[in-house]
């Protein structure tokens, strides 16, 4: 195989990681093919480059993805490599996920030098995170303390800490992991604790949907049980209209055949809290995730979307 194979990223060093992942994978796999033939194209999204407000109010999870997909589109780039919690449930029908690499430590960590748990910290502490997610069950939790906005990559947010701009953040273990970062800092959170986004832990892999080399070259590196999970979890918060402007948390997992996905949907201050579970057979993943989801939309009402929206058009977190 001679043809460059040109693999898009953003440029943060945890996409980097997740990347250089899928290039040694894919080197790994296909003994024909040699590390000079692999690119990695570094790509700028307005999510990188606007830090200074809320996801929610500038456009949501696609500011991560739409610089990148319209580079598969064009043609100037072969595959993409996302972290799958930041991408949209629904893609341009041009494209496809094609590949799922094994996934991370699904769990949140908890970072603070003052307190072990989030029960530790002290009442009216200051805990900064940029999801609604984290956001609405820290307040589930513990209604007295501050959560204010607090974006930027993993060591800008460790760095913010250590100056003392907050008392406690969150990060994703598993980028924590693919980092190899270690820290006294670092609790890790059980997801009975902080259900995790739906999809964290998971790199997917994008593609043109034509793009048929592309997809045998990745057919090795896909891993069957995660693709099963976070199918579940994304066909669960589709269905909940899963926005970042929506707090939503969803978790599936795969034993002997028999899949079991939890979900959660709050409202941004934590006072309103629905939550569920179901199982079945692994076959059925997406009509799974789909039928819970309905059940917590019904039993959240409409008028719970009503007082989001409401809330959100007000400028209210």
Do not use: W
């Not at 900064?128 to 607090?150: E, M």
């Not at 926005?243 to 055949?257: F, M, N, Q």
């Not at 995730?289 to 979307?305: H, I």
């Amino acid at each position: 195989m001679q043809e460059k194979l040109r693999i898009g990223t953003r440029g943060s060093k945890l996409a980097l990681a997740q990347a250089h992942e899928t290039k040694n994978r894919l080197l790994a796999a296909h003994q024909d093919l040699s590390a000079g033939q692999i690119e990695i194209v570094v790509l700028s999204t307005r999510g990188d480059r606007i830090l200074d407000r809320p996801l929610a109010e500038i456009g949501g999870k696609g500011l991560f993805t739409e610089e990148i997909e319209a580079a598969l589109l064009d043609g100037s780039i072969d595959l993409a490599v996302h972290s799958l919690k930041d991408m949209p449930t629904v893609l341009p029908p041009e494209l496809d996920l094609a590949c799922y690499l094994e996934r991370e430590d699904v769990r949140d960590a908890f970072i603070c030098k003052k307190a072990a748990s989030l029960r530790e910290l002290p009442p009216g502490a200051v805990v900064g995170t940029a999801s609604l997610r984290r956001a609405a069950q820290t307040l589930a939790l513990r209604p007295d303390l501050k959560v204010i906005p607090f974006r930027g990559n993993v060591q800008t947010r460790l760095n913010k800490l250590e100056q003392g701009q907050v008392d406690a953040t969150y990060l994703a273990m598993a980028g924590l992991n693919r980092l190899g970062l270690k820290d006294d800092r670092i609790h890790a959170l059980e997801t009975d604790q902080m259900l995790p986004a739906v999809a964290q832990g998971a790199i997917c892999i994008e593609i043109a949907r034509q793009n048929t080399r592309i997809r045998d070259l990745l057919a090795p590196l896909n891993h069957q049980d995660t693709e099963v999970c976070v199918s579940a979890e994304r066909a669960f918060l589709a269905v909940l209209d899963g926005s970042c402007r929506t707090p939503i948390a969803g978790l599936a997992t795969v034993k002997d055949g028999q899949l079991t996905i939890r979900g959660r949907l709050l409202s941004p201050d934590g006072r309103e809290d629905f939550s569920g579970r179901l199982s079945g057979p692994a076959e059925e993943a997406e009509p799974l995730g789909r039928t819970l989801g309905e059940q917590l939309k019904q039993e959240a009402g409409p008028e719970f979307y009503a007082r989001l929206l409401s809330a959100t058009s007000q400028g209210q977190p």
